[in-house]
């Protein structure tokens, strides 16, 4: 009964983790060079350096340290890009990561800026 109660918490804390992020949330990992070293693991083991490129300049998909965003360089918005894909061929990722792995690859594509 214990862990039903106790598995039934952690769902409702995750689709609410998901559910309040907005463009305008910060990182809560900001500044983390743990969860940046963890967002670099994860990129390559996603794939997204397959379309975005190992350094993060851009391939198939575009270049992600440049000034330029097309959906917003905000930590909110790029976690939102993350979590819900794009029409034009970013695939959403919120089936496979949880929020706290979608933020350390915040952390990483931030961390990869020269004015950051
Ligand atoms: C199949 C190729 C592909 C993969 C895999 C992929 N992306 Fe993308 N990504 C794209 C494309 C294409 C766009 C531009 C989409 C558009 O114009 O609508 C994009 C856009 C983005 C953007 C928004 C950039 C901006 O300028 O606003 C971010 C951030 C991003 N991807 C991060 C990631 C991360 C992190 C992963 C891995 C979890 C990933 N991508 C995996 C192809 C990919």
Redo the contacts with the bound molecule.
Sequence with gaps: MRAVAAFTAIMALASFAFGQVTPDSNNPLQGSAEAAAAGKV??GK???A???GYDLTGG???D?TDE?????GRPGE?FH??SEG??????S?KGQ?TPDQIWQ?VTF?LSKRANQ
Excluded: K, Q, V
């Design positions: 994860l990129f996603m794939n997204c397959g379309c975005h198939m998909g575009p992600l330029s965003w097309l959906y917003g790029i890009t993350i794009t029409p034009r061929g970013m695939p990722w990561l690859l594509i």
